[in-house]
Structure formats: C-alpha cells, structure tokens
C-alpha cells in the first residue's frame, strides 16, 4: 500500500504540474536575473580592466579615470626618484 501512494504522488508531481513546471521556471527565471544582475554590477564597478588601463568601465564612462590615470604616473615617478636603480631605464621608440 505505501508504495502505491508513493507511486501515486510522483505521477501526480511529474504529469499534473503545469503549474508547478511554471513555478520552478518563474523562480529560476527570477535566480538568474539576480545573478547576472550581480554580474553586471561587479564587471561595471569592481573588476578593473586591463583593456582601460586598470580602471572599472563606470570609471572610465564617467570620466574619473583621467583624475585616476594622473594620479598613477605622480605616484610612480614619486616612487623612481626615491629609488631610481629600481626601475628599468627603457627608451621609446
């Protein structure tokens, strides 16, 4: 008898569930809008690009990476007069 009603319960689950099959798919819908939201947020704010020179997209869109990029040579050439046999004397071509 309890496998019957076992039996029972899993074709109910697996073939009565329209709905259900609509609810697993809205909450996973939802889950991965939050991920990629997440996503995008740390990409655009957080991760620092090679590509731009070490800044994070929105520095760059909105212009803070000037200030930034400056700000990096000053410290830079800071650091080589303190210590200039530190650093590699290359010639540009």
Request: glycine share 6%.
């Amino acid at each position: 008898m309890a496998h019957f009603s076992e039996n029972r319960w899993h074709i109910s689950a697996r073939t009565g569930g329209t709905f259900q099959r609509e609810q697993v798919a809205h909450f996973a819908g939802i889950r991965t809008r939050v991920w990629i939201a997440g996503f995008v947020q740390f990409y655009n704010e957080e991760h620092h690009h090679s590509g731009l020179n070490f800044v994070t997209p929105n520095q760059k869109h909105n212009g803070e990476d000037v200030a930034i990029l400056a700000n990096r040579v000053r410290v830079y050439e800071e650091a080589k007069a303190k210590n200039p046999k530190r650093w590699i004397k290359v010639q540009m071509i």
